[in-house]
C-alpha cells in the first residue's frame, strides 16, 4: 500500500523560505513520477510541480524560479523548496503519486504572513 | 492559463443519477484523452474517481462514470448516496502555459 506523509508547513513571512518533504512508503520515489499540488483556503486545486522518474522536473508559471523539487532515493522522500514566498502562496500543500495522481499525503499547511 | 469550467453546484436526491460538466479549449480537453476527476471531502485530501477520462481506478465504485465530447468532459454518478457529496474536481493536460489545468470545482449536494 503506497503511504505518503508531508511535513515542513508552518507560518513565514513573505521572502522567507520554507522546504517541505513528502515521506513516502510502499513505493520507490526514483521508479515513480511524484507531484505536489496546493490548494489555497476554500479556494480550488492547483498544480505546482511533478518529477519524472527519469528526474526532469515541470512547474506551474506561478513558482517557476523561487520553487525547487528535488528527491532523496536513500531516504524516499520527495521535497519542494519554496524561497521568496509570497502571501498568496498561502495553501494546504499535498503531494501525489503517479500521472494520475492515484495516491495523496494529508497536506501540510503552508502560511505567508507579516 | 484559464482554468476548465464546471458548474458551481449540483444536486440530486438519493437514488438519482447527475452528471458534472467540465469544459475546456482545444488546447486541453479537446486536444488529450488525459481527463481525471477527483473528489475532496471537507478537510480530506483529494481521491482520485476516473483518470484517462473514462478509466476507474481499483476500488471506485462503478456508479462512477467518465466521458469526454469535443472540449467538454463530463463526470456521471448514478445512485446517487450520502457519501457522495463532496467537491469535484476535473484536470486536464495542457498544451497552452500550464502542464496541467484544473477545473473551477463542483460543490455536489444530495438532498
Known amino acids: 500500500e503506497v503511504h505518503l506523509v508531508e511535513s515542513g508547513g508552518g507560518l513565514v513571512r513573505p521572502e522567507e523560505s520554507l522546504r517541505l518533504s513528502c515521506a513516502v512508503s510502499?513505493?520507490?520515489?526514483?521508479?515513480?513520477?511524484m507531484s505536489w499540488v496546493r490548494q489555497a483556503p476554500g479556494k480550488g486545486l492547483e498544480w505546482v510541480s511533478f518529477?519524472?522518474?527519469?528526474?526532469?522536473?515541470y512547474y506551474a508559471d506561478s513558482v517557476e524560479g523561487r520553487f525547487t523539487l528535488s528527491r532523496d532515493i536513500s531516504k524516499n522522500t520527495v521535497d519542494l523548496q519554496m524561497n521568496s514566498l509570497r502571501v498568496d502562496d498561502t495553501a494546504v500543500y499535498y503531494c501525489?503519486?503517479?500521472?494520475?495522481?492515484?495516491?495523496w499525503g494529508q497536506g501540510t499547511l503552508v502560511t505567508v504572513s507579516s | 492559463q484559464s482554468a476548465l469550467t464546471q458548474p458551481a453546484s449540483v444536486s440530486g436526491s438519493p437514488g438519482q443519477s447527475i452528471t458534472i460538466s467540465c469544459t475546456g479549449t482545444?488546447?486541453?480537453?479537446?486536444?488529450?484523452?488525459?481527463v481525471s476527476w477527483y473528489q475532496q471531502h471537507p478537510g480530506k485530501a483529494p481521491k482520485l474517481m476516473i483518470y484517462?477520462?473514462?478509466l476507474r481506478p481499483s476500488g471506485v465504485s462503478n456508479r462512477f462514470s467518465g466521458s469526454k465530447s469535443g472540449n467538454t468532459a463530463s463526470l456521471s454518478i448514478s445512485g446517487l448516496q450520502t457519501e457522495d457529496e463532496a467537491d469535484y474536481y476535473c484536470?486536464?493536460?495542457?498544451?497552452?502555459?500550464?502542464?496541467?489545468?484544473f477545473g473551477t470545482g463542483t460543490k455536489v449536494t444530495v438532498l
Open positions: 501525489a503519486r503517479g500521472p494520475n495522481w492515484d495516491s
Open positions: 510502499g513505493i520507490s520515489v526514483g521508479g515513480n513520477y
Open positions: 518529477m519524472y522518474s527519469g528526474g526532469d522536473t
Open positions: 482545444s488546447s486541453d480537453v479537446g486536444r488529450y484523452d488525459y
Open positions: 484517462d477520462v473514462s
Open positions: 484536470r486536464s493536460h495542457s498544451s497552452s502555459g500550464s502542464v496541467y489545468v
